[in-house]
């Protein structure tokens, strides 16, 4: 046997918070740095966003390093596919130019989603606030295994064997738990399926060791997580998390690589929190209210446009009304979700929550995005930067402290300009309190503006 002279190892990437903190802008950024970028958990209720030549890339299935050609992909055995989406996901990027082809590598063992699972998520995942692209159904089918003496998952290498014998038993009615959902027939819903299995199947593996042996054979691996750490399946507050595992460990099962290759924990936050559907968020701006305002308005596709035309910001900001100018920072910093259009809900960085999610999960380093948004809190009547940093024991009540505020015109324009001097105090107290080093920040969203501080 020949041994590689140069064994690869494993990053591992994920979210601090309650998702949509900027990871694939990290990633993007990262990727220079290692040879393949690999998913281990979710599925299309992902929505990753990265700037790129030609505007924004959309992202809900694809890892984040596809703008790297030399970069390979890998969709690792924890992920549940929506074959259509994810279909049109390559068709989205072959029409920017970007070509998958010898480049993406699916696991055969990632889960199916199936039409009875959309629509079972979208009947009865409204009170968790679900994304509704059947995650949650599909993982619990997966654990059922089988029901009334028929199996209820499936994994693409069942597609791999006979794809039409699967096609053929999604088409049947569907009686399972009475639900009308489950009444339902999906024969347009397969007929894209077929489709679009035509084109995934090109990328599927039955390799269980492919990362292995890129690993084994010098590849270094970025682990990117989808959600975030906040949403995991039993580290989260049940029931308001997602279904699958989100935390960075967890890479060292969906991603199909032993954990004898990790060498570090990336963390990724966001200066100005936010999030979607329901569940705790105690540093939220306008508290109760903000979350059922949120909650209504979810069901409104259009609110993203009805906020930007009739909210005031400016008004909204000088208001002491903490509801207000989550509003305000909601449309100025423009916190919607990428997949599905809702309004988030938005909130302070959360300092003991940081703190507590970087130990439990054994953080590294980490980025801070957004910082840039945090000049907003010039306007507002206290003029000041408030970081929520829970409760101390024993208390009701919140500790909020407050930074000076900076303004958006000393921000840094080229690569060389420092920091404003108030965002440099904040960003030296942050570190000091979360007791993890801060490896860079966000300044806005293009390409060039992160900024590296070591
Ligand atoms: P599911 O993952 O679609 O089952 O949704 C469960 C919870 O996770 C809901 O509160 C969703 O809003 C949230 N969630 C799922 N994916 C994301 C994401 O990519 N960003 C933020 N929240 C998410």
């Not at 990336?266 to 540093?283: D, E, H, L, M, T």
Request: net charge neutral; hydrophobic share 40%; charged share 20%.
């Amino acid at each position: 046997m020949t041994m590689a002279s140069r064994t690869g190892y494993a990053d591992v990437l994920v979210g601090l918070q309650y998702g949509d903190e900027g990871k694939a802008r990290i990633v993007d950024h990262l990727a220079g740095d290692y040879d393949v970028i690999a998913r281990f958990n979710g599925g299309a209720n992902a929505g990753h966003t990265i700037d790129a030549p030609g505007g924004a890339l959309r992202l809900r299935q694809v890892p984040s390093g596809v703008l790297h050609p030399s970069l390979s992909l890998y969709i690792g055995s924890g992920c549940a596919i929506g074959l259509a989406d994810l279909a049109d996901e390559i068709a989205m990027l072959a029409s920017r130019g970007i070509s998958l082809r010898g480049r993406l590598i699916v696991s055969d063992r990632c889960l199916l989603v199936q039409p009875a699972h959309v629509a079972r998520d979208r009947d009865e995942g409204g009170g968790i606030g679900t994304t509704g692209n059947g995650i949650g159904p599909c993982y619990a089918d997966h654990a059922t295994r089988m029901r009334g003496g028929m199996r209820v998952a499936f994994q693409l290498r069942d597609l791999v064997a006979d794809s039409e014998a699967v096609f053929r038993q999604l088409s049947k009615p569907d009686t399972r738990a009475g639900t009308d959902a489950g009444m339902v027939t999906h024969a347009s819903a397969i007929a894209r399926m077929r489709a679009a299995w035509r084109t995934v199947r090109d990328f599927v593996t039955a390799e269980p060791d492919h990362l292995v042996g890129l690993v084994e054979g010098g590849a270094r691996v970025l682990f990117e997580g989808a959600q975030s750490v906040l949403l995991d399946l039993t580290h989260g507050e049940q029931p308001w998390v997602t279904s699958s595992h989100t935390v960075p460990a967890y890479a060292y099962v969906g991603g199909d690589l032993p954990c004898k290759y990790h060498r570090k924990t990336i963390g990724v936050a966001k200066a100005i929190v936010s999030r979607v559907g329901a569940g705790p968020f105690p540093s939220e701006l306008g508290g109760t209210r903000s979350a059922q305002y949120c909650a209504t308005a979810a069901a409104d596709r259009g609110a993203r446009h009805r906020e930007a035309a009739h909210h005031e910001p400016a008004r909204l900001l000088a208001s002491d009304d903490a509801f207000d100018i989550g509003s305000a920072l909601r449309v100025l910093t423009d916190e919607y979700g990428t997949v599905t259009g809702r309004p988030r809900r938005i909130g302070l960085l959360d300092v003991a929550q940081l703190r507590m999610t970087m130990r439990q999960h054994g953080i590294d380093e980490w980025f801070l995005n957004k910082c840039d948004c945090l000049a907003w809190f010039a306007d507002t009547p206290r003029q000041a930067i408030p970081l929520f940093d829970g409760a101390p024991h024993g208390t009701a009540e919140p500790v909020v402290r407050e930074f000076a505020a900076f303004r958006f015109d000393a921000l840094p324009k080229g690569r060389e300009d420092p920091l404003p001097p108030q965002l440099d105090a904040l960003l030296h107290w942050l570190q000091e309190a979360v007791a993890c080093r801060l490896r860079g920040v966000g300044l806005g969203p293009a390409r060039d503006q992160l900024r590296f501080l070591y």
